[in-house]
């Protein structure tokens, strides 16, 4: 059906490595994995196999959850994109009541990533993480329009009034760094 590798640390995991939870859920304990060190695991590859028939209609969604902690969505898989590399963000473990609340059952208390064949459209993003990236990109990118504006910008009653030509000058000094620069960019997606 599927399998997962997290490169650099593991060899190709199949389904069988995953507790089934019903027909659609599946649970990896990173305990038995990893142990306490989940949150050393920062990639995840998954991927459909060739056997595997997933309706067009659905997707393989991939969940994280730290120990204590509700499970948070992070990437998936359908028949158009039947493997991906996603990163893994875990959440912040749950607090110290929510963890002894669940004290009684110990598994609980590990961290898991869970699985499930879920409806595509009821899915935000297939990649959580690629979104954020994106998101964060067009903030600094913002940011540094906003900074560069607001060195030319004069102040007329309760308006503030920048050149006509501020973003053409702007854009042309943004291109003239990254070509100087390689790094420039890269620096805004940090």
């Not at 995991?13 to 304990?29: A, C, G, K, M």
């Not at 964060?136 to 503030?160: I, T």
């Not at 990254?178 to 960019?185: E, G, L, T």
């Amino acid at each position: 059906m599927f399998g997962v590798v997290f490169p650099n640390r593991s060899f190709p995991l199949d389904i069988s490595t995953f507790t089934q939870i019903d027909t659609f859920h599946w649970v990896l304990d990173m305990n038995h994995f990893v142990g306490e060190a989940y949150d050393q695991i920062s990639e995840m590859c998954i991927f459909m196999l060739n056997n595997f028939n997933l309706p067009p209609d659905k997707a393989l969604a991939v969940y994280l959850q730290s120990p204590g902690s509700a499970f948070v969505f992070c990437g998936a898989v359908t028949l158009a994109r039947p493997s991906a590399v996603l990163s893994l963000q875990w959440p912040e473990p749950g607090s110290a009541a929510q963890m002894q609340l669940t004290a009684g059952d110990s598994s609980s208390l590990s961290a898991k990533i869970g699985v499930s064949v879920e409806d595509i459209t009821a899915l935000r993003s297939l990649d959580v993480v690629a979104e954020r990236r994106i998101e964060k990109l067009a903030m600094k990118v913002g940011e540094n329009l906003f900074n560069f504006m607001q060195s030319f910008c004069g102040v007329d009653g309760s308006k503030l009034v920048v050149p006509m030509d501020i973003l053409d000058r702007w854009f042309k000094k943004f291109q003239e760094k990254a070509k100087r620069d390689p790094d420039f960019i890269k620096s805004f997606a940090l």
